[in-house]
């Protein structure tokens, strides 16, 4: 059993940066795909970022390329979220993700465990 816990999370005005950050434990995540994902109230979670477990291949949302990078530190358990360039349309919950294998998360959506979010809110 993997245990997900984000931080990092808040409040920020447009043109802000913010870095979300994934602790796991349990076990190792070094095997597993990581992906950031995110909700806003009455609309269906959606993928934001993804990266394998060899932190070779990364996959972005088109609403954050350029401006979202993924990254993990698979001795430290952690995968972090960089957000630059943040807009009022960032504005969701954001939830830490473990899938199986990178393409289950980026094409399936399928993932083993989740965190429990952080709100990150974006003003104009």
């Known amino acids: 059993q993997v245990q997900l816990v984000e931080s990092g999370g808040g409040l920020g005005q447009a043109g802000d940066s913010l870095r979300l950050s994934c602790e796991a434990s349990?076990?190792?995540?070094?095997?597993?795909?990581m992906g950031w994902f995110r909700q806003v109230p009455g609309k269906e979670r959606e993928l934001v970022a993804a990266i394998d477990w060899l932190r070779s291949t990364t996959h972005y949302a088109d609403a954050v390329k350029g401006r979202f990078t993924i990254s993990r530190d698979n001795a430290k358990n952690t995968e972090f979220l960089q957000m630059n360039s943040l807009i009022p349309e960032d504005t969701a919950v954001y939830y830490c993700?473990?899938?199986?294998?990178?393409?289950?998360?980026?094409?399936?959506?399928?993932?083993?465990?989740w965190g429990q979010g952080t709100q990150v809110t974006v003003s104009s």
């Open positions: 349990g076990r190792t995540i070094s095997s597993y795909a």
């Open positions: 993700a473990a899938g199986r294998d990178f393409a289950s998360v980026v094409v399936s959506h399928r993932v083993v465990y």
